[in-house]
């Protein structure tokens, strides 16, 4: 059985950039996606760049979906932000709370992405599709996973259609969260995120900032090959890929791959997958 994918991209910040990324869309988009999503940073500080190549992606002919962060936001510009989306022809969201640039404060007047999804359903009714983020290992903020799980209700309660983890490497873990959540009354498609492993010093640092586990018998491994990018690489893919037959085999509804840009790892998962 062949998976549906979908694919996350971070807006480019420089002309280079955004040249690499339109080929490696080119590469990508042969997966046939649903839909590829662009990150929002933090506090709205990539706005810019996030809606220019949701634009892009819309015009090569692909579903866009725009993350949308609420943090430091006020209603007045979420509405603008939302009107302008429409008017592109988007039709899905990736509703957050996201983070506040540093130096700055809280401000603004939403303080969960519960509140930016309700806020949305009252504005736009059901134009968008929303999707949420969720944490098969629990949120690194979180005072425990009971109210990490509460916490993601509440958010599938104020309005969203979907959700979309956090990257993980232990398949229980998914499988567990996907069972606690259906008995906390949550009966939306939970899609489990898969970062493709190409550099181990990138992983260390991405995980260690978002708490995302990775398993000691695999840390080890990718300490034991230094500085040997190739064996990285392969080590990276047999892992990855074994972790998404087992998705697959458990019964997950689809896999959003967090590409960080590149084609390469990403196409090679799912050509061993079959897709």
Known sequence: ??????????????PEGAAKLRDARKVLYQLKPEF????????????KGTFETVGEILQEGVDAASHLSCIGATRARVREELANLK?????????LRGDMPSGFGIGGEFHYASDLISFIREETGRDFHIEVACYPEVHPQAKSPESDLQAFATKVHAGADSAITQYFFNADAYFRFV????KAGVNVPIIP???????????????DACGAEIPRWIRLRLQSFGDDTASIKSFGLDVV????????AGGAPSMHFYTMNQAGATVEICKRLGV
């Open 193 to 207: 995120g898969i970062m493709p492993i190409a550099s181990s010093t990138q992983l260390m640092r991405f995980s």
């Open 36 to 47: 590829c999503s662009v990150t929002y940073g933090a506090g709205g500080s990539t706005q």
């Open 87 to 95: 008017a592109m022809g988007v039709r899905r969201l990736v509703a």
């Open 179 to 182: 069972d606690e959540a259906k």
């Open 241 to 248: 890929t074994d972790l998404c037959e087992r998705m697959r």
């Open 1 to 14: 059985m062949t998976l549906p994918i979908s694919l996350e991209f971070f807006p480019p910040k420089t």
